[in-house]
């Protein structure tokens, strides 16, 4: 399934959060844009508004400035074609694995037969055929950020943001996600944006990679990693080397 | 699956000697015409089957009216109440001196205005039910973690959807567990209102037997209402794993 990727342009972008007396600046004139099949990753401190910029990208949250456009066309509200895996994955334990995996297309008022079809194709492309009936608090921590990548794939999405989804699986399964994000990328060909803490998975998975400074939060670096994309790329020099650049980048951004 | 079904069949077979024993053992020893055996009150519950068969259906009927009735009203206030801070800042302080109240004093005031037929019982039992899931459901919606809501929000969700696809499953096993619970506090209520008032049902049953001094018969009537009440309370259990198998 070819996906034309979309495009997504954030200009200038400044986000305050009134919190009673004291304003909270979360991001600061951050300005970028994603080419159409891009992935790209974002990386810095915690609290640095990444996951703020993420937001923004999937409609849940205005900038108080700036413009954000996805495919030319402002963000005001969540897109159809825009599927988001949130750090809790927004499983629900009252659905069972089917449901959840259609729930994108059920609210969407797909067909039930169709959004069945569609779920249950996304659920073989992840390896979860025959747990259909089954409900997640049956499934293993895998398993279960399976099911959340399966609920975005059925919605043939032309953007898939995913805020930190890998963080809470250990490190073994992590890399075998990590293949299976990267494979569904490279033959789908939609846009992507991740925001991890980790480097390994910035630079595994992202061909570019923007770094985060601290609160108030700006891009500080937008590194290219043309490398990424070859399974193997993992355990080569280069790649430690990549590890190290960035490192050193973020190193940079706390002083 | 034979095995599992046998000892829980076998547990309740158990559970109902050993109360009967208990009660036996009892009466033997208090040895006072107040406290018959069992096997006299299960003779004359029997003999009066035909008279406390259609009283068993009549207060049963009321239970489940009043059931019924308080949770359809329930339900939605609760939702709408713990999802508008406004309402709930308004309402809470309400719900909170009322709550506590026992409903049964409102009787009186309820005969008057109802007269003495099911309408005062069942706006009585309605009441107590009302505040009992109302409380619970409010306190389960409050409980939904904001990311369920941002989940939704993020396929493009509509407020309907939110209520559909999270609020309503999310709090529906309070609902069952506060009508479990609620079954004990409808049924008491039941007695009450129907010992005070009017001349059909388990309570009045009950009571006359009191006041004609035919204790086997009055255990009987106790029975029945025991009877009912489990009847409810293992219905409710099995709609409960039925409709939360997710738990």
Same mark, same amino acid.
């Given at each position: ?11 200038? #972008?400044? !986000? ?17 844009? #994603? ?34 456009? !996805? ?25 069972? !694995? ?120 700006? #891009? ?28 050193? !980048? ?6 | 699956?034979?095995?599992?079904? +046998? ?33 006299? *009150?299960?003779?004359? %519950? ?6 406390? &068969?259609?009283?068993? /259906? ?32 308004? /309402? ?17 005031? %309820?005969? &008057? +205005?109802?007269?003495?037929?099911? *309408? ?25 973690? =904001?990311?369920?809501?941002? *989940?939704?929000?993020? +396929? ?26 609620? &079954? ?9 209102? =129907? ?6 049902? %388990? ?16 255990? *009987? ?18 709609? =409960?794993?039925? %409709?939360?198998?997710?738990?």
């Amino acid at each position: 399934m070819e996906t034309q990727g979309a495009h997504i342009s954030f200009s200038h #972008v400044s !986000v305050e959060f009134d919190d009673g007396a004291d304003a909270l600046t979360a991001c600061k004139d951050v300005s970028f844009t #994603v080419e159409p099949g891009q992935a790209i990753a974002l990386i810095g401190p915690s609290g640095c508004g990444k996951s703020t910029t993420l937001r923004m990208a999937s409609g849940l949250l205005e900038p108080s400035e700036g413009t954000v456009l !996805v495919n030319d066309e402002p963000v005001v509200r969540p897109r159809q074609a825009t599927a988001l895996i949130p750090q809790d994955l927004g499983l629900f334990p009252w659905k069972t !694995v089917l449901q959840n995996a259609a729930l994108g297309l059920t609210i969407r008022k797909v067909a039930k037969r169709e959004a069945q079809e569609r779920a249950c194709q996304a659920l073989e492309q992840v390896g979860l055929q025959g747990f259909e009936r089954s409900y997640p608090k049956e499934l293993s921590g895998g398993m279960r950020q399976r099911l959340a990548l399966a609920r975005a794939l059925a919605m043939d999405a032309d953007l898939l943001l995913m805020d930190e989804p890998l963080s809470a699986i250990d490190a073994l399964l992590r890399e075998s996600l990590q293949d299976a994000l990267l494979d569904l990328w490279l033959q789908r060909g939609h846009t992507q944006m991740l925001v991890t803490h980790s480097i390994e998975e910035a630079v595994y998975l992202g061909q570019r990679i923007l770094v985060f400074s601290e609160r108030p939060g700006t #891009v500080v670096a937008d590194i290219a990693n043309p490398d990424m994309g070859n399974p193997e790329w993992r355990d080569s020099m280069a790649f430690a080397e990549k590890c190290l650049e960035i490192r050193a !980048v973020l190193a940079g951004g706390a002083r | 699956m034979k095995p599992p079904l +046998l000892r829980k069949i076998g547990g309740y077979v158990f559970a109902v000697v050993f109360i009967f024993a208990g009660w036996w053992i009892t009466a033997v020893l208090v040895n006072s015409p107040a406290l018959p055996t069992p096997a006299d *009150a299960v003779e004359v %519950l029997v003999a009066n089957a035909d008279q406390l &068969v259609p009283y068993f /259906f009549t207060s049963a009927y009321r239970v489940i009216v009043s059931l019924v009735i308080g949770t359809v009203l329930a339900v939605p206030i609760a939702h709408v109440c713990a999802r508008s801070r406004t309402l709930d800042t308004l /309402f809470a302080p309400v719900l909170y001196l009322l709550y506590p109240i026992p409903k049964v004093v409102l009787l009186p005031i %309820l005969l &008057v +205005l109802f007269g003495l037929a099911d *309408a005062p019982k069942i706006v009585l039992i309605s009441l107590t039910v009302f505040f009992q899931v109302l409380v619970a459901v409010r306190d389960a919606v409050r409980a939904i973690p =904001e990311s369920a809501v941002v *989940a939704i929000r993020s +396929l493009g969700g509509s407020r309907f959807d939110e209520y559909r696809h999270v609020a309503v499953p999310a709090t529906m096993p309070a609902v069952f567990t506060s009508l479990r619970i609620g &079954v004990g506090t409808a049924i008491a209520v039941l007695f009450i209102a =129907e010992a005070m008032a009017g001349s059909t049902g %388990l309570g009045y049953y009950i009571m006359q037997s009191w006041s004609m001094v035919n204790y086997p018969r009055m255990f *009987a009537g106790i029975i029945a209402m025991a009877l009912l009440g489990v009847v409810l309370y293992a219905l409710f259990d099995i709609v =409960e794993r039925r %409709l939360t198998r997710w738990r």
